[in-house]
C-alpha cells in the first residue's frame, strides 16, 4: 500500500502508528488532490469534486503554514519528498 511506504519514507524510526503526523496528512492529502485532480480531467463539470478539491487544497496548505514555521528543515524534506513546490532561484 502507498500509505505504509511512505510512513517508512518519512521516517525509519517512527512506528507506523504516527499517522497523525503534520507529513503523513499532507501525504494523505496530496494523494487525494492527485486522484481528484485526474477524476476532474475527464468530468470538467463535476462542480462537488472541484469544491471538495478546494477544500482539500486549503486544509493541505494550512498544514504546510504551520510546518514551515514549525520546523523549517521538516517542511523542505517533505517538500522535495513529495515534489509539490517548485523551487525558488535565488
Do not use: A, C, W
Not at 42 to 68: A, E, M, N, P, V
Not at 79 to 84: A, K, R
Amino acid at each position: 500500500m502507498v500509505k505504509n511506504s511512505f510512513i517508512s519514507l518519512i521516517s525509519k524510526e517512527e512506528k507506523e502508528e504516527n499517522r497523525g503526523s503534520v507529513e503523513f496528512q499532507v501525504f494523505s492529502f496530496t494523494n487525494k488532490i492527485r486522484r481528484l485532480t485526474s477524476h476532474l480531467e475527464l468530468h470538467k463539470k463535476d462542480f462537488l469534486s472541484q469544491r471538495g478539491l478546494r477544500k482539500i487544497l486549503g486544509k493541505r496548505q494550512r498544514l504546510l503554514t504551520y510546518l514551515s514555521n514549525k520546523n523549517k528543515m521538516r517542511y523542505k524534506k517533505l517538500i522535495d519528498q513529495l515534489g509539490i513546490r517548485e523551487p525558488k532561484n535565488r
